[in-house]
């Protein structure tokens, strides 16, 4: 079968149709979903307590530089604001062991 998204209520009416008595196989067909996705929609069910998954919690990279570090850029800014973005560089290199590209610092600052 092709991938398709298949509706949390179709989820839901194929477990509870399954609990209820049904064969594995006549809820498959009924509904048009394969029996691996109604043994891993019961997986879930049984891990999470409904039958979709929920969010993944991890979304995108890890941020390089944290809000402390930002802070402290901030205070060298304050004293020094004709610092460049290559000297802020090595800053991060040197004091807190951070190698970052001064293009990724720029979009990091803006």
């Given at each position: 079968?092709?991938?398709h998204?298949i509706?949390?209520?179709?989820?839901?009416?194929a477990?509870?149709?399954?609990?209820?008595?049904?064969?594995?196989?006549d809820?498959c067909?009924a509904?048009?979903?394969?029996?691996?996705s109604?043994?891993r929609?019961?997986?879930?069910?049984?891990?999470?307590?409904?039958?979709?998954?929920p969010?993944?919690?991890?979304?995108?990279?890890t941020?390089?530089?944290?809000?402390?570090l930002?802070?402290?850029?901030?205070?060298?800014?304050?004293?020094?604001?004709?610092l460049?973005?290559?000297?802020?560089?090595?800053w991060?290199?040197?004091?807190?062991?951070?190698?970052?590209?001064?293009?990724?610092?720029?979009?990091?600052?803006?």
């Open positions: 079968m092709p991938y998204r509706s949390s209520d179709l989820k839901d009416c477990i509870r149709l399954w609990d209820s008595g049904w064969e594995i196989e809820v067909i509904l048009g979903v394969s029996s691996s109604c043994y929609w019961r997986q879930i069910l049984a891990e999470h307590g409904t039958c979709e998954r969010p993944s919690p991890l979304t995108g990279r941020r390089t530089i944290t809000r402390a930002l802070t402290a850029i901030e205070d060298l800014f304050s004293q020094d604001s004709d460049y973005l290559d000297e802020l560089c090595v991060l290199g040197v004091q807190h062991n951070i190698f970052i590209s001064i293009s990724a610092l720029s979009r990091t600052l803006n």
